[in-house]
């Protein structure tokens, strides 16, 4: 089969096309899928540039995304059928799916939402779980809070403005200007421009001093340290962003606040919760650009590039 194989850490050019074997089922609980689609998340760079050394053997096939068919499954498998359409986010650590074929554990797969192309369907499984996480299970929101979403127009971002919005949410945003309107489309009540405007003072002076109940950062720096100025009494502050220099977080203790760090999450159970908003169309996923699977540097070059031609917006799919 034809997968992308990174043989040495690096950049984009590190991602090479390879012919590889197939892989069979060799466990009673096993399915192999087909994959149809992709997608890139931002740990599909920071594992092929090397930040997880400890954990993966070069070579490496990477990739968090999975959209496809079920090919075959093991003699214990009674979910799954071939033919069965299915989407997921691959075990952190194990094989990914920048591959033809995926070999997967039968709890590991959810079923595709009939309303969702290949495509659609392959933005997002891991996005999906993390912000479930997030919004749901760590920070607790509910109707009548208020959200401070940092970085709305990601893929984590644009996909928590309209979970928040559907927990009923009043959803605050930081994204350039040109892209307001369309977070706005997606549900998001305020948005600021945070290259233009400062946005804790902003906050501030929508609130009226109270600040918001919950703030979500997807984009690190010093937002620890500055986001609490933000936050109401009480408040929490969820992140997915590592630690990359020491902070003062003296903020957050006036308010007494809390902090909840979440690592990317592959949950069945929680994509289950965002397979029934996609359903009942209260959440749709948002893509950014398709790529086919073999102009994958393109793709993560689209990813990491600070000086694109037009602002990200939601995911980049790859196509099989």
Do not use: C
Not at 13 to 28: A, G, Q, Y
Not at 99 to 116: F, G, I, K, Q, T
Not at 240 to 267: C, G, M
Not at 270 to 295: A, F, N, Q, R
């Amino acid at each position: 089969m034809k997968a992308i194989v990174i043989e040495n850490y690096g950049g984009p050019e590190v991602l090479r096309l390879k012919e590889v074997p197939t892989p069979s089922i060799t466990d009673h609980s096993q399915v192999l899928v087909k994959v149809r689609a992709t997608s890139v998340n931002p740990l599909d760079y920071q594992i092929r540039r090397g930040d997880y050394t400890s954990l993966f053997d070069l070579p490496i096939i990477t990739g968090h995304d999975i959209s496809g068919d079920v090919i075959a499954v093991g003699e214990a498998v009674k979910q799954w059928r071939p033919g069965d359409k299915v989407y997921y986010s691959p075990r952190f650590g194990g094989t990914g799916s920048y591959a033809a074929y995926h070999l997967a554990e039968e709890s590991s797969l959810s079923r595709m939402p009939d309303n969702l192309s290949y495509e659609e369907a392959a933005a997002m499984p891991l996005i999906g779980g993390t912000v479930w996480e997030m919004l749901a299970v760590r920070a607790k929101l509910k109707k009548g809070d208020t959200i401070l979403i940092l970085g709305g127009a990601g893929g984590v971002g644009t996909l928590a403005i309209q979970v928040a919005k559907a927990l009923g949410a009043f959803v605050y945003t930081t994204g350039q200007s040109i892209l307001h309107e369309k977070l706005q489309l997606l549900g998001a009540d305020v948005v600021i421009d945070h290259h233009k405007k400062n946005y804790v003072e902003e906050i501030q002076a929508y609130t009226k001093g109270k600040g918001v109940d919950v703030i979500i950062d997807t984009i690190g720096g010093s937002t620890l340290s500055d986001s609490p100025l933000a936050l109401a009494n009480y408040g929490s502050i969820v992140t997915l962003v590592d630690i990359a220099q020491p902070q003062n977080l003296i903020h957050t203790w006036e308010k007494n606040a809390t902090y909840h760090f979440v690592f990317t999450r592959q949950s069945r159970d929680e994509l289950h919760h965002i397979t029934g908003l996609i359903e009942t169309k209260h959440v749709k996923p948002i893509i950014d650009s398709i790529y086919p699977i073999e102009d994958v540097r393109k793709a993560h070059q689209r990813m990491e590039d600070t000086k694109r031609d037009r602002p990200l917006f939601g995911k980049i799919v790859l196509s099989l």
